[in-house]
């Protein structure tokens, strides 16, 4: 089993930037791949970004390509969102998931940390 918790939301002016970080603990060797995903008021939940534990292969959606940048710190189980020059399309709840392999969708995905609020005022 893998926990995920998520944390470093909060409200920004756009513009500006925020890191979210989802720390890992369990087997987290059985599900290698850590994905970012965000759901907006009245929205579907969405891909934004995923990357693997053990390998520089990255995806991100084209709406957060240039902006959004991901990072890991393997030592701590932990995957950082770095979100830069943040727009108010960007608000919505945040979620990290884990899943076996590298994947943009949401159904790959069966271990899923609580949610992190990103708010962008404009």
């Known amino acids: 089993q893998v926990q995920l918790v998520e944390s470093g939301g909060g409200l920004v002016q756009a513009g500006g930037s925020l890191r979210l970080s989802c720390a890992a603990s369990?087997?987290?060797?059985?599900?290698?791949?850590m994905g970012w995903f965000r759901q907006a008021p009245g929205k579907e939940r969405e891909f934004v970004a995923a990357t693997l534990w053990s390998a520089y292969d990255s995806y991100y959606s084209d709406s957060v390509k240039g902006r959004f940048t991901l990072s890991r710190d393997n030592a701590k189980n932990t995957v950082y969102l770095q979100m830069n020059s943040l727009k108010a399309d960007d608000t919505a709840v945040y979620y990290c998931?884990?899943?076996?392999?590298?994947?943009?969708?949401?159904?790959?995905?069966?271990?899923w940390g609580q949610g992190t609020q990103v708010t962008v005022s404009s």
């Open positions: 998931a884990a899943a076996r392999l590298l994947s943009t969708e949401e159904a790959d995905y069966d271990t």
């Open positions: 369990g087997r987290t060797s059985s599900r290698p791949a």
